[in-house]
């Protein structure tokens, strides 16, 4: 039999493959939490610039309010001081520092401290014209996503799964918990990129792995449930930073858990699929037979014909998308959403600090908005189909980030909560997409292509989160409340471009999966008929509507 036909002989979801999964999921938890971590160990305080060697940023008296007046000017709100400059006064008077001092940029800056203790940021004065240095290290993490990725995906596709899940884990591990103990940038750049390689390994060979480790008819509902365990980690992250306002101890507390997957050397086994892909029949064989008897059931004496299941199995090179237009645009199409999703995704996470008001707040409801959005899909892609859900979740993202304009431009303080609740209505849209578009954009692609072209999705969603970081501090270059909006708008109008151009994608629902690339050439909206009660997918010969793959009419 084929290795579907063996899962469905031992169990598509039995005891066994509950355990394993459930072990699996655990690290995207604590992935979820490494990611985020980002918004608190690198939070920007509201600063000023020192005016003694023992200043506060908090006002002691009248006589410190009276100096820091004297001292600090008003930026171009009178109510708040310049963060980045001082008064300097000439010798002949020191009481009319607008007629007789001239300003220059100061080198020591205090911080308030009611949201923050501390941050990498207030340690390192990373502030001013070193503010810079923020982005690029949530840029540097996000690069060792996109590196960890293609790493950890080489090692489990030549060595195995579990030598790559292994390594991501090592990574998870060490470079993660140093961090809490480094004292400069580059070498907290350095750990923080490794960071990002362990989650991007992660979450590529886990992933893999539970595609492999469950049957046919499980894989779209696992594969999404799995998006609901990072959810859980960012609230659980939330929080742990809310009672402990020092970057340090908090980075601890996200990252000594990992060392709780030590034991996965032990507990995880190699995957059955690709030991019967290297030709390693007789092991694959035991772990599918120790499954069936943990599940409890029954497994014939010849379990696999390896020869007629795998020796078929071909692939041909990703440029072979660009053979028609059609295919083309597709690719394309679907390359940029990738890139989009992410960036929208990751973008909305990392803003909360720029909305206003609480931030942990904040960072509490978008966390409950991963958990509406990651759920929506396992609800609606069955009734809806693939293509309404996710072109839906993008366009409401989209146009909810890009009402935020209106409140913040023309609104006051009481109606501070809109922003706060459209982008929160953003970060579900981001939640829905990016749940949606894995099982979208894999239907889409064919089989002979399909590993080679979800790689170069992964690889498109990598840059849009490296480009994320940057879009979210446009507010630092525009200013006012104009630049509260911006990063926001830009995000939505992305999402809005992207979402109108996933209508052009044709519909996944009930059909088969192109094998070749002429089938996805053939593979268009155009190519679903109505016969009867029955959609038939026409893209495909068919002697009789039993032959095809019928969707019965909801009618």
């Known amino acids: 039999m084929t290795y579907d036909s063996a899962l469905r002989q031992v169990g598509e979801f039995g005891r066994y493959q509950k355990r394993i999964y459930l072990l699996l999921c655990l690290p995207i938890a604590t992935c979820g939490m490494q990611v985020m971590v980002t918004v608190f160990i690198l939070g920007v305080p509201r600063h000023r610039c020192a005016i003694w060697d023992n200043d506060t940023y908090a006002v002691q008296g009248p006589a410190h309010l009276s100096l820091i007046n004297l001292s600090i000017p008003t930026a171009p709100d009178p109510l708040t001081y310049s963060q980045c400059d001082l008064y300097s006064y000439h010798s002949d008077n020191e009481s009319d520092p607008v007629d007789?001092?001239?300003?220059?940029?100061?080198?020591?800056?205090?911080?308030?401290?009611?949201?923050?203790?501390?941050?990498?940021?207030?340690?390192?004065?990373?502030?001013?014209?070193?503010?810079?240095?923020?982005?690029?290290?949530?840029?540097?993490?996000?690069?060792?996503?996109?590196?960890?990725?293609?790493?950890a995906g080489v090692v489990a596709d030549t060595l195995g799964r579990k030598k790559g899940l292994l390594m991501s884990l090592a990574l998870h591990i060490v470079p993660n918990i140093a961090v809490s103990f480094v004292g400069d940038l580059l070498t907290f750049m350095c750990?923080?990129?490794?960071?990002?390689?362990?989650?991007?390994?992660?979450?590529?060979?886990?992933?893999?792995?539970?595609?492999?480790?469950?049957?046919?008819?499980?894989?779209?509902?696992?594969?999404?449930?799995?998006?609901?365990?990072?959810a859980f980690g960012a609230i659980v992250l939330a929080l742990l930073a809310y009672l402990i306002r020092d970057w340090r101890y908090l980075n601890l507390a996200v990252s000594v858990p990992a060392l709780l997957f030590i034991p996965y050397i032990c507990l995880i086994p190699e995957s059955s699929r690709w030991l019967l892909?290297?030709?390693?029949?007789?092991?694959?064989?035991?772990?599918?037979?120790?499954?069936?008897?943990?599940n409890n059931k029954e497994l014939p004496e010849k379990l696999f014909d390896y020869e007629d299941s795998f020796e078929n199995d071909?692939?041909?090179?990703?440029?072979?998308?660009?053979?028609?237009?059609?295919?083309?645009?597709?690719?394309?199409?679907?390359?940029?959403?990738?890139?989009?999703?992410?960036?929208?995704?990751?973008?909305?996470?990392?803003?909360?600090?720029?909305?206003?008001?609480?931030?942990?707040?904040?960072?509490?409801?978008?966390?409950?908005?991963?958990?509406?959005?990651?759920?929506?899909?396992?609800?609606?892609?069955?009734?809806?189909?693939?293509?309404?859900?996710?072109?839906?979740?993008?366009?409401?993202?989209?146009?909810?980030?890009?009402?935020?304009?209106?409140?913040?431009?023309?609104?006051?303080?009481s109606v501070h909560w809109t922003?706060?609740?459209?982008?929160?209505?953003?970060?579900?849209?981001?939640?829905?997409?990016?749940?949606?578009?894995?099982?979208?954009?894999?239907?889409?692609?064919?089989?002979?292509?399909?590993?080679?072209?979800?790689?170069?999705?992964?690889?498109s969603a990598r840059i849009g989160g490296m480009i994320s970081p940057y879009i979210a501090i446009i507010n630092?270059?525009?200013?006012?409340?104009?630049?509260?909006?911006?990063?926001?708008?830009v995000f939505g109008l992305f999402a809005f471009v992207a979402g109108l151009l996933a209508l052009t994608l044709p519909e996944t629902k009930g059909r088969h999966l192109p094998e070749s690339i002429k089938d996805s050439i053939k593979y268009t909206d155009q190519t679903l008929i109505v016969r009867g009660n029955d959609i038939i997918d026409a893209s495909y010969p068919l002697t009789s509507p039993k032959e095809g793959v019928a969707v019965q009419d909801e009618k």
């Open 191 to 230: 750990l923080r990129f490794l960071s990002g390689a362990s989650v991007g390994g992660l979450l590529a060979v886990t992933f893999t792995m539970i595609m492999e480790l469950v049957g046919p008819s499980y894989r779209m509902i696992t594969g999404i449930a799995i998006e609901l365990f990072w």
């Open 314 to 413: 071909r692939c041909v090179p990703i440029w072979k998308l660009c053979v028609t237009p059609t295919l083309l645009l597709r690719s394309t199409v679907i390359f940029f959403n990738w890139m989009v999703v992410s960036m929208l995704f990751f973008g909305l996470a990392l803003n909360v600090g720029n909305l206003g008001g609480d931030i942990y707040m904040n960072f509490f409801l978008s966390s409950l908005a991963e958990v509406v959005g990651y759920s929506t899909p396992l609800l609606a892609l069955k009734c809806l189909g693939r293509k309404p859900v996710y072109v839906g979740s993008l366009l409401l993202g989209g146009a909810a980030c890009i009402l935020t304009i209106f409140p913040v431009l023309y609104g006051d303080t």
């Open 476 to 489: 630092e270059v525009v200013g006012g409340d104009l630049g509260v909006a911006m990063p926001l708008v």
């Open 419 to 459: 922003v706060v609740g459209l982008s929160v209505l953003g970060k579900i849209g981001a939640s829905t997409a990016f749940a949606t578009i894995y099982l979208f954009s894999a239907e889409l692609f064919p089989t002979v292509v399909r590993n080679s072209a979800m790689g170069v999705s992964s690889l």
């Open 100 to 151: 007789s001092s001239f300003v220059r940029k100061c080198s020591r800056w205090v911080y308030d401290q009611s949201d923050f203790l501390s941050t990498f940021v207030t340690e390192e004065d990373l502030v001013c014209h070193k503010k810079s240095y923020v982005t690029h290290t949530v840029m540097s993490f996000m690069a060792g996503f996109m590196v960890g990725a293609f790493v």
């Open 277 to 294: 892909s290297r030709g390693r029949e007789q092991e694959a064989e035991d772990i599918l037979r120790h499954a069936a008897k943990v």
